[in-house]
Each structure stands twice: as structure tokens, then as C-alpha cells.
């Protein structure tokens, strides 16, 4: 029977995507689809970003010292960052570790996270587990505003990085990882906290163009959708002040 592993392969398929589908977070109704807008002026604020070392984060620190505002860089390796900047403090640290985040989050205005890992292959709760303990803290110190990447493909965007992310990245080599970002998003949403998810399409390291797609229905059933970590953070940092998607989870994609 050639067809059988094709057979439980495509009912596997089906399993999964289903399972995110109806296990991941139904973004709120009041979402929109629109061109992006130029960003509320903001006043300068203390933020702190957790996964600065990556891609997205990165982008977040720099642009949001450029903004004016006071940046916390929560990393594990702090010459891994490679960025100085008078009105940066970068912390040792680690989200598993409830002593060094509590440190991190107490006086902030705002936690941005771009938090992700490549721990791939096998159970894993490093997104859903981090992100309790930065809850607790923001809870714990009045820190009010999350902003958190996560990705598309989840709750009522499942199915939204296309088919190749869809029946191959997705289902060969991230099912862990995004079962994990399904219980991230269903903290977040139980949560306290005034938040906003954030879930792009695929990533690249191309440049900021400015303009992007925002709100629901982002991504495609077919092809893979793509934006830049620089347009990504942009989008982010204008959530820092922007009301339009709090408690929502728009995808964002070019
Ligand atoms: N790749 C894509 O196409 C794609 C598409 C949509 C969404 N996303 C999601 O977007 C997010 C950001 O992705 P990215 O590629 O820009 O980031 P990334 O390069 O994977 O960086 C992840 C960051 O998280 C940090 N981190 C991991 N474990 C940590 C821990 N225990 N404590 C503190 N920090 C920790 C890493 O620190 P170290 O430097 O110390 O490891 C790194 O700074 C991820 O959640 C990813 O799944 C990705």
C-alpha cells in the first residue's frame, strides 16, 4: 500500500493544523486590515526587551533608541548584542530565571518581547514557561503593556504562512515549537496585562520598508507571505502607545 504513509501523513496534516487552529488564541473581532499609518509621536519610555540578541529584537533596540526611548536588553550573553548606546542597560538574564526578570521588568512602562529559540525537536515549553514568569513580574511590578511576536499560522490565523510553511516547516519541523506559542498566546490573552500579539508572516533580515500589511486575514493559504524583522519591530514599537489592537493578535506581513 505506496499510498498509506501519504495517507496518515495528510491526516496528520489535518490534525495539527486543526488543533492550532482551534487550540490557538481567536484574535479579538476588532482587528482591521489597513495600510500601515505613520506613528503616533512618542514620548520617551522605559521599555524592556526580551530577546534582544535575535533578529527581531535587535531591530527592536536599535529602533527604539532611536525613537528616544530608554531601552533594558534582557540577554543571556551580553557581548553577543553588540549595540551601545548611553540610554541602553543591558541585564544578564534569562526568562526561566524569576530573580533576574524581576529585576528587568520592575519600573518599565512596557515589556516588547521577541522572545524565540531553536529547541525544535522534541516538547518543549520555553516560549509558554518564560512568558508566564514575564507575566508574573509585569503583574507583580504594575508594568502594563506587553507586546509579544509570536507568528502566523496560529489560532485564527492557521493556515496563514502558506502551504509549504503549512504542510512542511510547520508540521515536519516546528510542531513543538508551535504548540508551545499556542499555550504563549493563551497566557498572554489570560493575563492582566494590556496586550497586543503580534504575528508575522515569514521573516527575513531585508530592509525597513515602512509600509506593511496589518490586522486580519494577513498571509496566504498558498504562497509563503514575508516581512522584514525591521518592519516587525516598527510595527511593535508603534504598539507601545497605539490602542488599536490591544487585546488583538493582527498578522503583519507585506
Ligand atoms: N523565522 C521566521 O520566519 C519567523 C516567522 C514568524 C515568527 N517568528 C517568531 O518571531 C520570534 C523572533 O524570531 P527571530 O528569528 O527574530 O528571533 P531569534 O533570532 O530566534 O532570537 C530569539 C531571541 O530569544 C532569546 N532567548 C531564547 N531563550 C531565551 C531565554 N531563556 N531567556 C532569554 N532570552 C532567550 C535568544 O537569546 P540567545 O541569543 O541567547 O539565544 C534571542 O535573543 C520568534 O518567536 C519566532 O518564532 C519567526
Redesign the pocket.
Known sequence: MPWLPLLLFALYALALSAALSVKGLRSAPGSVTDASRSPEPQHALNVLV????????RQLVMQALERGHHVTA????PA?LGIQHERLHVMR?????VTGLDEAVRGQDAVLS?????RFFGPTR??SD?TRNLLRAMETYGVRRLVC????GIGDSAGR?GLYYTFFVILVILPF?FWD?TRQERLIAASHVHWIIV??????NGPRRGRYRQGRRIGSFLWTARIS?GD?ADFMLNQLTDDTYLRAAPGLAW
Do not use: F, Q, W
Open positions: 526580551i530577546g534582544a540578541t535575535g533578529g527581531t529584537g534582557l540577554v543571556r550573553n553577543a538574564g534569562n526568562v526561566l530565571d521577541a522572545l524565540g529559540h531553536k520555553i516560549l518564560g511576536e509570536t507568528a502566523l504562512m515549537y506559542k504575528r508575522p508572516a515569514a521573516l527575513s524583522r516587525v
